[in-house]
């Protein structure tokens, strides 16, 4: 009986040792699913980035075919006005 309880009370300790270990050190960093928060900031910040982007890509893009049709001779968008890009470097 004492073996068992031994073992018992060591698998337990040992366990509990590895817990504490990995959720109060770094090593929480390769358990998968968890990020620190400057990672969920900077993804954050790169989804942000991201959109702005392809929508300032596709407003240029509106811009540039509305010119083009223009040149060719065309009417242009009778919808609405369309804003040329705008020179901001953000």
């Known amino acids: 009986m004492n073996?068992?309880?031994g073992m018992s009370t060591a698998i337990v300790s040992l366990t509990f040792l590895v817990i504490v270990l990995i959720f109060f050190t770094p090593l929480r960093e390769y358990v998968?699913?968890?990020?620190?928060?400057?990672?969920?900031?900077?993804?954050?910040y790169l989804l942000y980035k991201t959109d702005s982007l392809e929508?300032?890509?596709?407003?240029?893009?509106?811009?540039?075919?509305?010119?083009?049709?223009?040149?060719n001779g065309g009417?242009?968008?009778?919808?609405?006005?369309?804003?040329?890009p705008s020179n901001s470097n953000n």
């Open 3 to 5: 073996l068992f309880v």
């Open 32 to 44: 998968p699913g968890y990020t620190d928060n400057q990672t969920k900031r900077n993804i954050r």
């Open 55 to 71: 929508k300032s890509l596709q407003a240029k893009e509106s811009y540039y075919k509305n010119l083009l049709n223009i040149v």
């Open 75 to 84: 009417t242009g968008i009778s919808e609405g006005n369309i804003k040329p």
